[in-house]
């Protein structure tokens, strides 16, 4: 299983960006996949996840501004950011579990996500 993520740049204060996750060498069948974030100094933290069986869970920082979903037909994981803050500054992960693995977790190559006027 692979991932390749994108999407990230600069961006100002109270704009919006759409991250993309395309995952190859397997379906979404019994998955969990989600968005997570590092910025700098800190710890890696969760931001979003989202189950095969549509189970959504944000990050209580997010929440109302971002929105994960998934495309089945496109094999991809997506991220949409609205109304960003400098906070949300981070290199942004996204990561892939599955049962057929007993849940080995599988880590995109990360993008960076710049807010700043």
């Known amino acids: 299983v692979q991932l390749q993520a994108s999407g990230g740049g600069l961006v100002q204060p109270g704009g919006s960006l759409r991250l993309s996750c395309a995952v190859s060498g397997s379906n979404f069948a019994r998955v969990i996949m989600g968005w997570y974030r590092q910025a700098p100094g800190k710890e890696r933290e969760l931001v979003a996840i989202i189950s095969s069986i549509g189970t959504v869970t944000y990050a209580d920082s997010v929440k109302g501004r971002f929105t994960i979903s998934r495309s089945n037909a496109e094999n991809s994981l997506y991220l949409q950011m609205s109304s960003l803050k400098p906070e949300d500054t981070a290199v942004y992960y996204c990561?892939?579990?599955?049962?057929?693995?007993?849940?080995?977790?599988?880590w995109g190559q990360g993008t960076l996500v710049t807010v700043s006027s």
């Open positions: 990561k892939f579990q599955r049962h057929a693995d007993a849940w080995r977790q599988y």
